[in-house]
């Protein structure tokens, strides 16, 4: 198979034996989070918890991994998560070198069951596989437990591995790569139910096949040569103001340098950050700015507190973005007095200190005192706390549905309402493909030098890439639908190939008259690497396809349609007042005025009249939010389409507006 290693590799914990599948036995899924729904949906049975030993952990990459020039080379994490309740399908995508290791030892996934008998680490060297005891790695980070394990099999290995979160199965856990590359949505927590401390790769020497060489090197040559219009929102500095909330600015002259994923060029805010006492690591969005706030707040000067805080979450593996909204929940509640220290055992009048962090992330970790609470997800702890902590859950705007912030929230950008409310975690890919195109069209606002993208530019792009001139525009409820749709059909299959966030969409472009940039890349890169008959359309009916096996999981796992998809209240009462990127709420209007959306709510009426439209062009059931036979039978679905119907969760196919 042209592009691919043609190889799976299951490992079954509990039985310690392993077997390989050819990738061939699904075609149509791309690979990466595309491949890995598939096995999901075929092996997992819904009723299965996150713990459970039937539940698969799937590592993988897509057709075009191990490719470079191109920033193709990230991989994904797949698999039941304890995040949510009832516990869902998840995933996450990750960078560094991992993922393309594993693609030259001649695997396109990784697919991991069963529950080993002890804390255990997995070793694949070349054509060798052995799961070895961990009890030596126990309670140890994940930066360490990398470092120790390249001691013991050589620097060339790769290592993917949890902090002590996972081991105690804090739900907010995540996994850790070479890199510091992080993967989210609560994975680390069901690594660490299967007793898996880590995996190590090793000893790849399969190199991609390509279909058409000399076709891909002309569009590595075309992809190096792009110039898109800057984002300008790094590099990151944070302070608390009188809100108080964050405000971006500059850093005041720390040592970093380029870190690209492998093969990549490095045009993007990634970078390796060097502290003072010569410790060096990624620093970039949250594991950048998280703890920035408070630290200058407490030091009253900026130091390398936050890096070494970035550093200490990566490496007990907890998500960096659930802690920055512990942390504002934290301080509102100690504002507000309903927690101090005595009820928390927190040092909290030192917030921001290096001291509190190492408290805070000691007991969530280890689950200690009030951190089995914390351990638990925030939302839970606030209800525990009582009526005035889940108000605070407000303050720091949280997304309840799934522990973390609503991030480019509907009360600002309408059409982000239905991406929220169709996944089981922040869906941050698809949320980017809109809050990019308005940060740059903000920084031409504001007169920011060298960017030029004007309202025309805009309304350009969103035409090509959003449906129609009305999805950016504001002030409108009007064209968000097919927008959101297309946003998520075009996500489901960079997420399968899997390309990276920072660099597609090719959305737009510099040289171009108005900017508007190369839907069809994608495919054709895809065409040239496997051989096959690949363009825009093509493509487009592929992610129609993956959205489609994902939403019938969730359906099958708990997530029954229309009532089930919805945003935090909030979002429809409380009129918007700020946002940490935006802080004047500036959006495009109608014939391409700059309005605010400051004061603004996310109309409920409104949504769920985008939601009629957004379901009769999925050609689902609009009273109910199902799909119907209609729309999987013509993906080519028919046995999900006879599994949910035996099931009762079919759709009949009304075509009228609900009640």
């Not at 089995?372 to 902590?389: C, H, I, R, Y």
């Amino acid at each position: 198979m042209y592009g691919y290693a043609g190889r799976i590799l299951r490992v079954d914990l509990s039985s310690g034996k392993n077997a390989v599948s050819p990738t061939s036995d699904y075609q149509g899924f791309l690979g990466g989070r595309g491949l890995a729904a598939k096995i999901h949906w075929d092996e997992v049975p819904p009723e299965a918890s996150a713990y459970d030993e039937a539940n698969c952990l799937t590592f993988g990459v897509g057709p075009l991994a191990g490719i470079s020039g191109l920033g193709t080379s990230r991989w994904s994490v797949c698999g039941k998560s304890p995040l949510t309740s009832p516990h869902h399908f998840n995933y996450c995508n990750l960078g560094g070198r991992w993922g393309a290791e594993l693609k030259f030892l001649g695997y396109d996934s990784l697919v991991v069951r069963g529950i080993a008998d002890r804390l255990s680490y997995l070793v694949i060297d070349g054509a060798n596989m052995e799961l070895r005891p961990a009890e030596h790695l126990r309670g140890l980070g994940a930066i360490e437990t990398r470092e120790v394990l390249k001691n013991e099999l050589g620097s060339s290995a790769r290592v993917v591995a949890i902090g002590p979160a996972g081991e105690n199965g804090v739900a907010t856990a995540s996994i850790l790569a070479d890199n510091d590359a992080s993967g989210s949505g609560g994975l680390g927590a069901t690594m660490g139910g299967k007793n898996l401390k880590a995996i190590a790769i090793k000893g790849g020497d399969q190199k991609v096949k390509i279909a058409d060489p000399e076709a891909l090197n002309e569009l590595t040559n075309q992809f190096r040569n792009l110039r898109r219009v800057p984002l300008f929102i790094s590099p990151y500095r944070c302070t608390i103001d009188e809100n108080p909330m964050l405000n971006i600015g500059v850093i005041p002259g720390p040592k970093m340098k380029k870190d690209p994923c492998y093969g990549c060029l490095g045009r993007c805010p990634r970078r390796l950050y060097q502290s003072q006492d010569g410790r060096s690591g990624k620093f970039i969005c949250d594991s950048a700015m998280f703890y920035q706030p408070y630290s200058e707040r407490f030091y009253g000067e900026w130091n390398d507190v936050p890096f070494y805080a970035a550093k200490l979450v990566d490496t007990c593996g907890i998500d960096s973005g659930v802690i920055n909204f512990i942390l504002g929940w934290l301080d509102e509640c100690l504002r507000r007095g309903i927690l101090d220290e005595t009820s928390t055992g927190l040092p909290l009048s030192k917030l921001g200190s290096i001291e509190f962090i190492h408290t805070l992330m000691d007991m969530i970790s280890f689950r200690k005192g009030f951190g089995e609470l914390l351990a638990q997800g925030v939302d839970k702890a606030a209800e525990a706390v009582g009526t005035e902590a889940v108000e605070c859950l407000k303050h720091a705007g949280l997304f309840s549905k799934t522990g973390y912030n609503i991030l480019y929230g509907p009360r600002l950008l309408i059409l982000t309402g239905i991406l929220h409310a169709m996944e089981p975690r922040t869906p941050i890919r698809q949320l980017h493909h809109i809050s990019n195109l308005v940060n740059k069209w903000l920084a031409w606002v504001q007169n920011i030098e060298g960017v030029d993208m004007d309202v025309r530019s805009v309304r350009a792009i969103a035409r090509e890439f959003l449906g129609s001139e009305e999805a950016a525009d504001f002030s409108t409820y009007e064209g968000k639908a097919l927008a959101a749709k297309m946003i998520q059909d075009r996500e489901y299959v960079g997420e399968s190939l899997i390309t990276c966030d920072w660099l597609y969409p090719i959305s737009d472009l510099q040289n171009t008259p108005d900017h508007v940039g190369d839907p069809g890349f994608e495919g054709r890169v895809l065409a040239a690497v496997t051989g096959e008959s690949v363009d825009e359309t093509t493509l487009d009916r592929t992610g129609e396809r993956l959205y489609n096996l994902h939403r019938a999981i969730m359906v099958r796992e708990g997530h029954h349609g229309r009532a089930f998809d919805r945003v935090p209240e909030h979002c429809h009462t409380e009129p918007l007042q700020w946002y940490y990127f935006n802080h004047d709420c500036l959006v495009p209007g109608k014939d391409g005025e700059t309005i605010s959306r400051k004061g603004s709510i996310f109309e409920r009426d409104k949504f769920e009249m985008m939601k009629d439209e957004y379901y009769i062009l999925r050609d689902w059931d609009v009273a109910t939010g199902l799909q119907t036979r209609k729309a999987l039978d013509s993906l080519g679905l028919t046995s999900i389409a006879n599994d949910l119907e035996e099931r009762g969760l079919l759709g009949p196919l009304s075509r009228g507006t609900h009640e």
